[in-house]
């Protein structure tokens, strides 16, 4: 096993706490929380593989009343639920919580038998690790957005509407790269890859993207990971209305630095607009009709239409709205007031 799983353990018995770390430290990368309700914050932004929770730590009637949501949500229904509890006790908590935990342990086991059993439920159950991208795999060309499964900077599926959209020459040894407009080619690879590596779950960024015909548009691009234990492989969505958010923003954290290699890199800025274009682009964006301008800046209907024209060829679009949005996200231009 490579990949180490993630494990969070809710209990407030230190001593417990460090044996269990002692003996998964290697296979695991373990968390803690102090209370189920913390706990469950925790697990819904960790997706954690096996949650243990310590029973004998919380007495009170009402500690784990809200137990029933590690199963209710859908992100975390494939985590292996352990309830440690106390021998007296095991009886009434599998009456009251069977239909919800995996399995039940008493204190009067040793650590090292509780530790075997966590081992043992992830080595056997090769499906937990494979059940997110499972899932996704069986609904992927169902998606109406461009998506592509990646590894790394590596292409290794991709939706029909992202083959409609793009220019799909080669069939394997495709990159993300080859469709990402950017100057710098290696530090977007490296952005990838620290994400692919890195503790975050899911990135969000803009950039220009190449299409058929080598036309190019902005978009807004979502990476997730299906799961931490798929190693360098999580999926890109494309949205190029730019509004949509795909990702809940409470399930898992973000990663900054995939946002800041593309930023970094977006091609296109190496020209300005002319001081016309810029005045143009400006009343555009206060909602301004081509006559209104014409008024406003002293000259022709026709040498408007000609500057639009320039403008949208210059940034490669197909609409001047495509080229106001090129323009704002790479600080071009600089809209006012109205």
Not at 196 to 221: C, P, Q
Request: with cysteine; net charge neutral.
């Amino acid at each position: 096993m490579n990949e180490k799983k993630q494990l969070l353990l809710i209990s407030t018995n230190n001593r417990l706490i460090g044996e269990i770390k002692e003996a998964l430290s290697l296979q695991f990368e373990i968390s803690e929380a102090t209370s189920v309700h913390t706990g469950y914050s925790m697990a819904t932004n960790l997706l954690p593989d096996i949650i243990f929770i310590d029973k004998t730590s919380f007495n009170a009637p009402d500690d784990l009343k809200n137990l029933a949501n590690f199963k209710s949500t859908h992100f975390l229904i494939r985590s292996w639920l352990l309830i440690y509890t106390g021998e007296q006790e095991k009886q009434d908590v599998e009456s009251q919580f069977g239909h919800i935990v995996d399995d039940v342990l008493t204190d009067n086991v040793s650590t090292n038998v509780i530790c075997e059993r966590i081992i043992n439920r992830i080595y056997i159950n090769s499906s937990l690790s494979n059940y997110w991208k499972d899932c996704f795999m069986g609904m992927f060309n169902l998606v109406a957005k461009p998506v592509v499964l990646l590894e790394r900077n590596s292409i290794l599926a991709m939706n029909d509407a992202f083959k409609k959209t793009f220019k799909v020459e080669a069939s394997k040894d495709m990159k993300l790269t080859d469709f990402v407009n950017v100057e710098n080619k290696a530090k977007v690879q490296a952005g990838l890859r620290n994400f692919s590596r890195g503790k975050h779950l899911k990135a969000f960024t803009r950039t220009s993207l190449i299409l058929k015909n080598d036309k190019v548009r902005e978009a807004k691009v979502n990476f997730s990971k299906l799961n931490k234990g798929f190693g360098d492989q999580f999926i890109m969505i494309i949205d190029f209305s730019g509004e949509e958010v795909f990702f809940n923003e409470e399930i898992g954290t973000a990663s900054p630095g995939v946002q800041e290699s593309f930023n970094d890199n977006s091609a296109g800025c190496d020209f300005s607009f002319t001081k016309r274009e810029k005045e143009i682009i400006e009343l555009l964006c206060k909602g301004y009709k081509t006559k209104e301008i014409s008024s406003a800046l002293f000259i022709s209907p026709k040498t408007i239409e000609k500057h639009r024209s320039n403008i949208i060829k210059r940034t490669k679009s197909e609409t001047i709205l495509e080229s106001i949005i090129y323009a704002i996200n790479h600080n071009l231009v600089e809209i006012g007031a109205s």
